[in-house]
């Protein structure tokens, strides 16, 4: 590949300008003509029956323009992946926090005041928050058709388990627990809906996955697709959080019936009690081992919440049964999962998608394998981990993986061996790997992808529309850069267009680490088709032909001759008089060599590439508290080449941070049947007196199949992160963490009970 320019370099977010000064407009900013304040009223139950619903004084109230109900929704049934939703509860409520009905008022005092005149008579019934229990029999039914509450199972083999097992020198089998966690984006969920004179209704949001929302909330409200606009402004962060949520439909309904835009913002308690946060999953894990080390088996049984409504847990939950065995070379893995609904929160994605919770514990067990075996923790993901043009047992063809090298140099840099064979009381060191998707085909069925816009006008201005989601991780930067490479141009020349669906082109969105590749290599495409018009009106004011033309630093020129030159601006000017007015439009897509996997086997080459990281985590545990600080961090992550290196530095660097708050702190508890922790005074995150020295090592094999041989980095970031501090943890006390968040006093007892020594 020849020299690049702008790929490879780090540059600030394209927005971070704004973002600083506060110029940037979120959801929360936005205003319109007559627009009315939406707020909702919530069940106070975790599970009740809805006996009346008595609106007239709400409805009455000065100032109060629309007050709605199940009853004024189209009664529609629906959801992103199972219909199990209605956009408020009917018959009854099912989860603390539920949707009962709606306000929209002249302001937010009135509304709130009319929400208290809204009657509700409720009847209560018995609910269930622990999946475990809900699968038992006589458990009360979160939905009446789900017989054992089971809301989806999910199978997979490969090999024969149960004779690799028999043969194994070693296995290890426990059971470990992950639990419900929270984004805890800057901004919470919000809408901003209206409704034109011919009844198309307009959403503005911050989402991940424009399009495919709009899909899903068509159904809901009994229109058609083309009926549905979907407009993404900036937004606060998302972590997979914000996708599809009752809110954004309240909105609609609301500007529906008063007729006027209204905007509906999560309260900060709202967004706990009604977000979709992480799935909690209970893990039972077996694993095998030669004598030598070689992987030979692996069976694991998985069961995940669900909560009230399936959202994507149950993709999630197969995500936890089976991404993990292709990090190894595994042969003889099986795998059984279990969605089940409770009367809590509906949890749906989450950085990481079942694959961070199932990274917990493999590399837990893995660790647990070494210690049996007298083996180095980091020898033993050497010796089993995939390499590059490897086909692992899911039939993943794995381009490039720079696993091994990550080992290596993260070893390096942590002075792994030394600090392993010191040993220091209370202090430790601990590794985990981790692999993980660069886009992920079975996710949408009907295809994965990516697709460009790239528009030059006649003064040279560059506007790039792609139909992804830019959440704050600097993906619009990342296709500026990408853009403004093919090009030959400045960064300063490429804008990239707010996503809206009337007008960008259709794309997947935000998940699955997906937008750098799959969406990056769209953009790509359509500054090569753009590109290409160029150079041969340059071709021919040169007077030479189109191969022969380059473009660097915004001039044409001949590489033939390269005295003479045209800028970039001229050739797009001369351009645009050619055509009459209209401007150089590019256009392009991206099919990835992606498959459906087999129905019965689940094999298939599910991504165009494949992610790999390794991270080593020291920590020391206060033997008098249990309290454990994390002191010192490395990561070192396959990400194909950097496209940005200063924003893949901060990917890991996030990641990281949100796995330390989860791995030590952070818990959305319950007590009957309610959330009581859901704000940001009870539920701790962490700041950054606890957030360790990092550094981010950045590996870079080139990706065969990436944008200029890039992958994503955006989930990988988190995974190995709790494995890396527990099995610190491990190293410092000789105790094993199998169940998250960390507890400091479970944690003292059983340090005491091992016998270690507690300071007087």
């Known amino acids: 590949m020849s020299q690049l320019d702008i790929v490879g370099k780090s540059f600030p977010q394209i927005a971070a300008r704004e973002k600083a000064t506060g110029e940037t407009k979120f959801v929360t900013d936005l205003v319109l003509p007559r627009m009315?304040?939406?707020?909702?009223?919530?069940?106070?139950?975790?599970?009740?029956?809805?006996i009346s619903i008595d609106t007239a004084k709400a409805a009455a109230l000065p100032g109060v323009k629309a007050v709605v109900t199940f009853q004024d929704t189209p009664k529609i049934k629906f959801g992103p992946r199972s219909e199990d939703w209605t956009i408020f509860a009917s018959d009854k409520t099912r989860f603390h926090g539920d949707e009962v009905a709606a306000v929209a008022a002249v302001d937010a005092d009135i509304a709130e005041q009319a929400l208290e005149l809204i009657r509700v008579e409720y009847e209560e019934l018995p609910y269930i928050i622990s999946p475990l229990d809900a699968m038992k029999q006589g458990a009360p039914l979160v939905h009446e058709d789900k017989p054992g509450n089971i809301g989806a199972e999910f199978k997979v083999e490969a090999g024969d388990v149960d004779r690799a097992m028999d043969d194994s020198y070693v296995v290890y089998e426990d059971h470990f627990y992950t639990n419900q966690v929270y984004q805890a984006y800057m901004e919470p969920m919000s809408a901003l809906a209206d409704v034109d004179l011919s009844g198309r209704v307009s959403i503005w949001t911050g989402t991940q996955i424009p399009n495919m929302m709009r899909m899903t909330y068509a159904k809901a409200l009994g229109m058609s697709p083309d009926s549905l606009r979907i407009v993404v402004p900036e937004y606060g962060g998302a972590f997979g959080g914000k996708m599809e949520n009752n809110i954004h439909l309240i909105a609609a309904v609301l500007a529906q019936k008063s007729g006027r835009p209204v905007k509906l913002v999560n309260t900060r308690h709202d967004d706990f009690l009604a977000g979709n946060p992480r799935v909690p999953m209970h893990f039972d894990i077996k694993i095998g081992a030669t004598q030598d080390g070689i992987l030979t088996a692996k069976d694991v049984k998985v069961v995940g919440a669900a909560g009230a409504r399936l959202v994507y847990s149950q993709v999630i939950v197969a995500t936890a049964c089976y991404r993990v065995d292709s990090l190894y070379r595994l042969k003889n893995v099986r795998a059984k999962g279990y969605t089940v609904y409770t009367n809590s929160v509906p949890t749906a994605c989450f950085r990481g998608f079942g694959n961070s919770q199932s990274t917990f514990v493999l590399e837990s067990a893995l660790d647990e394998l070494a210690i049996q075996l007298k083996i180095d923790p980091a020898e033993?993901?050497?010796k089993n981990g995939m390499g590059s043009n490897e086909t692992s047992v899911h039939g993943w063809k794995i381009g490039s993986s720079g696993l091994r090298e990550c080992v290596t140099k993260a070893s390096k840099a942590a002075n792994w061996s030394q600090k392993k064979n010191n040993k220091t009381p209370?202090?430790?060191?601990?590794?985990?790997?981790?692999?993980?998707?660069?886009?992920?085909?079975?996710?949408?069925?009907?295809?994965?992808?990516?697709?460009?816009?790239?528009?030059?006008?006649?003064?040279?201005?560059?506007?790039?529309?792609?139909?992804?989601?830019?959440?704050?991780?600097?993906?619009?930067?990342?296709?500026?850069?990408?853009?403004?490479?093919?090009?030959?141009?400045?960064?300063?020349?490429?804008?990239?267009?707010?996503v809206d669906t009337d007008i960008s082109p259709f794309g997947l969105g935000s998940f699955a680490t997906r937008g750098t590749l799959m969406g990056g290599n769209g953009v790509l495409a359509a500054a090569k088709d753009a590109y290409d018009q160029m150079a041969d009106i340059a071709a021919d004011m040169l007077n030479t032909k189109a191969a022969d033309v380059a473009c660097r630093k915004a001039m044409f020129f001949s590489k033939s001759s390269s005295e003479t030159k045209i800028s970039f601006q001229d050739i797009a000017s001369e351009a645009t008089i050619r055509h009459h007015g209209a401007p150089i439009v590019g256009t392009g897509f991206y099919k990835p060599p992606t498959e459906l996997p087999d129905p019965d086997t689940k094999k298939g080459n599910i991504s165009p590439a494949y992610p790999f990281g390794c991270q080593i985590a020291e920590v020391e545990v206060d033997p008098d508290t249990g309290q454990v600080s994390v002191t010192n961090f490395v990561a070192a992550h396959d990400v194909g080449r950097a496209i940005n290196p200063m924003a893949t530095v901060g990917q890991i660097q996030g990641g990281i941070a949100q796995g330390l708050g989860w791995t030590l702190m952070e818990n959305m508890a319950y007590e009957d049947g309610k959330m009581?922790?859901?704000?940001?005074?009870?539920?701790?995150?962490?700041?950054?007196f606890d957030i360790p020295d990092i550094k981010a090592i950045l590996v870079e094999p080139i990706e065969p199949n990436g944008p200029y041989g890039a992958k994503g980095i955006g989930e990988p970031a988190l995974n190995p992160t709790m494995a890396a501090i527990t099995n610190a943890i491990y190293d410092a006390t000789g105790v094993r963490i199998k169940e998250l968040p960390v507890n400091p006093q479970k944690l003292l007892a059983q340090i005491q009970k091992l016998g270690k020594h507690v300071k007087e």
């Open 426 to 498: 209370f202090k430790g060191i601990g590794l985990a790997c981790c692999n993980h998707v660069s886009g992920n085909r079975p996710f949408a069925r009907e295809f994965d992808g990516g697709s460009g816009i790239v528009r030059v006008g006649k003064d040279g201005r560059i506007t790039v529309f792609h139909g992804e989601s830019d959440m704050g991780q600097g993906q619009n930067t990342t296709f500026a850069q990408i853009v403004a490479e093919r090009l030959g141009v400045t960064m300063d020349m490429v804008n990239v267009a707010q």
């Open 380 to 382: 033993l993901r050497i």
């Open 36 to 50: 009315l304040c939406g707020q909702v009223l919530r069940s106070p139950y975790p599970h009740a029956k809805i």
């Open 676 to 688: 009581i922790n859901a704000d940001f005074v009870d539920y701790i995150v962490p700041s950054c």
